[in-house]
């Protein structure tokens, strides 16, 4: 970490900041240039927030060199993190395919949806059972009622079930039940919910935030791995922006940028990064081709009559032609879906 | 709410869109123009998501009419909504000053802090003992014990006390000592912990998330107001943009939206929307002519030593002249301070 | 388009809303329902900005439902437009590949890189010689000198070449010499320009602005097509959002937008909208993999000497192997390079 | 400017970075610490844009210390610009009131709406008569005609006129007719226009993009500058976000930030930056209580029938409120209007 102070930063101005640095048990490097003085603190400086110098006076900015995370980084692991989850592996050569319907709804919506998309290629099954809604008047979720039915669903297709979580009250119920948490982009920096998570050691999906920056997101994960829980799988999912043409905007370049700065797989979510059907697929194939370990697709027997996220949820079918693309991206990126069932047709021009 | 079908939408499209409308207990209203035909639904369309409509074949667009909330707003309830609190009220003629340190730190750091500020003009107290904290390696608050040290200065003071809350499993605790609750921006759409607040009769400090819009805001007060909860404030701390020269960009905009469309006050935050102490007073004065009920501050005696937020926190003195400014404008607006002390200095040109 | 009025306009306001309506040409379908009156003005309502209604008494908003852009419209012109350009067309089963360097700088690095960005499999060449620097004290480009140097590289090459136009004054000499204008994104809404470019019959590679809607963009276009200059090619190069850890977001989301919207050819620009090399082939592979009808690519034989954009500049051999990986995708998509050269060799996992 | 090495990084490649700040005619700092290699650059640095190391190999980042631009920043000319304009000046004790429609649209209207806001207290009149309009459908402005009337107009009123510039074609058009250019938000970073700008002595009013850093507004000023014009006015007009309640968001920081770093005078333009007539004097309020220089605004008799913006625009009756409401905001500040006529009425609480 670097302090730069200004130009007419007296020497006792310098002294506080030095004597900062050491009483955090970190070392000094000073350095007085004409144009300015330039202190340096130097050790395990990840773990100490910027504005504990920003605020000293005399001080101009401050200048992280290392990452203000350690666990998540790169650095620390340089191998990709592969994380097993029933029959596959996130991380590794397998693309993981992700898919279910936004809200469990009821027995057979979610039965019948399972059984399709296991066939259509999924590698696991998701489902909302507490629903995170802006409006109070909303749908909120079947609950444990909706657990039991994923268990079941599970239990027919052998789909392991990724579920949303928001609340750390939740978690030894949902524990008893889940095979990954899904931490939604509204509690991305819940810092209870991933602390009490980071006890466990159940897999976990964490969401980027509407506005959280890729920094953000991977102090997010840190909290979780701090605990102790390393299966920590990452989630581009649209960020906020001003182009209201599609729900959110798909920061497609997180995806090279996370597999960077990080060994945390990468999954992307096209149904919530770009709000409607019609264009799912063509961001699916994009994000395998820009690296993505996963995909994770709203998928509903009947969108129409789906209580939550219809507009931008798959049909069985939409859905079993978006896993045959995403199939033939991933041959050419010298990976393979999880697990797929249907045979290569040969893909034509005019995909939306 | 209104449904525009596409051009080329089926008589069966369209029916399936009225039988969607009856089956949600609204009434309909038919008219088929020459380039759309244009379905609206009347009656309690507020509790009714959009997306119920959006996912349905041979839909456009689906356009509220109405807000799609109730309680928090003017229609419903057209006087402004006076919020009582300790000694004075919030809403009405009198702006409250909310002031007080990021983290409470100490004993003598909280009570210092809460004499200087009461002196000052404050009418209330602010501190933080569970710290949202985006790194898991910062400081995260002195908990409960934090609380007894806010009592503490609570009874010395008179001054009525208010502390964010991160998650309803901290409810029961802090009912016994706060005055208001905070919501913090990050926990805005935490909808468990607003629904739990919604639960009890303290008042609670609603904060807009980062990139939360205004209608958002306000339908994360109906979650409140729905559960029974009516003494609620909204907050504006500043949204995210891209402009970097300041920590957020302080939407001035929201204060007049706000108190148009809702009953609810409205209290600025310019400690959080700018990030800089040079700028706060500036941004106090522009808030309170711009029409907000209350502004909260962050003070601390040592700004260099604050463990979170130094580079934003006035010094005692500086916050004095602050309130002295505000005091001011708000005289101009019609309007007094919940309660000053000093006396009416007259202003000089070049305040920051 | 349809104008909503306020639950209490006055008979007298919606007679003024029809009159209005009827003054412009349009045809008047009034619907009065129980909430809310809905005054519909049918016609040629691409050409009314509905600023014309917004201000009126008694109107709480107004909807388009038909774009206000016609002749950039899928719905005008159903079919692909494919824009020949030299020995091959941008928009048909063929992916462009312009590369070149930001800013030509002399004739060694211009003519080296046209040699060499051809080897590679580049269908044409982009160089700068007016540069819009945010810095007056930054190069601002050879000019003419540049243009001969340029026409030179395509003499050597066959390559077409592509370049940036700031103003109306520089058309005349431009026309000698360009293939392609290109708009840049600061330019996107220099109305006169467009105009200018407009009554040419030059084909135009218009990028989106910074913070230009994608319905922006098409109305920028309009402003071309409207002038009889069919020839008019889009360009995502990334918007600006609050994410830093790249130079700008690429809105991917824009391409499967954009194809639906437009019947316009859509090329990506990945060196802008990521702003580092490291990131420009993961971008352009997810660019063709999401439908894009090409790319374009700075390229400089020596990354660290260029005098502007070095850092999202790739080298010859990596923008070869960045070829190579998009020919692959592009012929999953069931189309192909418009010009190739090197042997497909097999791709391996582990791209940046 | 500091070059920060990779933790990696080789002798030859600091060397190589050192050379280059050598060829630059600056002077070198070197500072090798144990975590990082840091290379100061000293002398005229903010000449030097970034991207000239940027692309180096071995560079981590690139910092600088000291702004990118010289003639516009505080540091270079610490006094308060005070730019005189006709019979007061902007800039100092005076708070500058441009008032007048968007649109010239005939002499009844410009002639009739330069007396009302003059008797209501406006310092100058602003009128467009070229109008960068997203829509090339929608009213472009009367051109020389509406020059013409604008000159009578002043000559009635004695008021300065204040006009839209969109072209260096027409510079020597306005010469002719206006006192102040305006350089409208999308033409800020129209580098050949504010090049011919410069070299004018006319003084101009350098309005902030929609999506532009305080930063990059500030560099545009300096290409004005740096011809030789210091007659520079800069306006903040509201930037674009994610929140959709208001046309843009008011970035009412931007006024303290940018009174901090340079001497220009800083002018809010209400109109745009909220884009609804009701908010205006909300807005007008808060920005001078935050220290703006003055304020721009949109006034037509009728706003009903304007041909553009009429939903920001005030009548004139509301307008001499605002302005009465602007003078006691004014006079708490130490500063008074430029030019008032009314006398000063008590306000009352209440205003939108």
Redesign the interface.
């Known amino acids: 970490m670097?302090i730069?102070m200004k130009a007419g930063a007296t020497p006792q101005e310098v002294e506080?900041v030095i004597a900062q640095i050491k009483s955090m048990g970190l070392?000094v490097?000073l350095?007085q240039?004409?144009?300015?003085t330039?202190i340096?603190a130097?050790g395990e400086t990840?773990?100490?927030?910027i504005?504990?110098f920003?605020?000293?006076?005399g001080v101009?900015?401050v200048?992280r060199?290392?990452q203000?995370?350690k666990l998540a980084s790169r650095q620390f692991h340089p191998e990709d993190s592969v994380i097993p989850l029933s029959n596959f592996a996130v991380g590794g050569?397998e693309i993981a395919i992700i898919a279910g319907p936004c809200s469990v709804e009821s027995r057979s919506q979610i039965i019948e949806t399972a059984i399709a998309v296991k066939e259509a290629g999924a590698s696991a099954l998701r489902g909302g059972v507490f629903k995170?809604?802006?409006?109070?008047?909303?749908f909120q979720g079947l609950g444990e009622e909706g657990l039991e039915l994923l268990a079941e669903a599970r239990e027919k297709t052998g789909l392991p079930i990724v579920v949303e979580i928001?609340?750390?009250?939740q978690l030894d119920l949902m524990l008893k039940y889940v095979d990954v948490f899904q931490v939604g982009a509204?509690?991305m920096?819940?810092?209870?919910?991933l602390?009490a998570i980071g006890e466990t050691r159940t897999a976990v999906l964490l969401k980027r935030g509407?506005?959280a920056?890729?920094?953000?997101l991977l102090?997010s994960a840190?909290?979780i791995l701090?605990g102790g829980n390393t299966r920590v799988m990452l989630c581009e999912r649209g960020?906020?922006?001003?182009?209201?043409?599609?729900r959110n905007?798909?920061?497609?370049?997180?995806?090279?940028?996370l597999?960077?700065l990080t060994h945390l797989p990468v999954i992307l979510d096209p149904s919530h990064?770009?709000g409607h059907a019609?264009?799912v697929a063509?961001?699916a194939?994009?994000?395998?081709?820009?690296?993505a370990d996963g995909l994770i697709i709203e998928v509903h027997p009947d969108?129409?009559k789906?209580?939550?996220?219809?507009?931008q949820?798959l049909r069985p079918e939409k859905f079993a032609q978006m896993v045959h693309?995403a199939g033939?991206?991933a041959q050419?990126?010298?990976?393979r879906l999880a697990s797929t069932q249907g045979s290569a047709q040969p893909?034509?021009?005019?995909?939306?």
């Open positions: 670097m730069i506080a070392a490097h350095s240039g004409v144009e300015a330039i340096g130097i990840h773990a100490i927030p504005e504990r920003e605020g000293l006076d101009e900015l200048q060199i290392t203000p995370y050569n995170p809604r802006t409006s109070p008047y909303a928001m609340s750390q009250v509204r509690n920096q819940n810092f209870n919910l602390r509407l506005s920056t890729i920094e953000e102090m840190e909290y701090a960020i906020r922006t001003f182009e209201t043409s599609t905007t798909t920061d497609i370049n997180a995806i090279p940028v597999k960077n990064s770009t019609d264009y063509a961001i194939r994009a994000g395998i081709a820009a690296g969108p129409a789906a209580v939550s996220d219809g507009k949820s693309q033939q991206i050419i990126m010298g990976r893909l034509k021009q005019g995909w939306a």
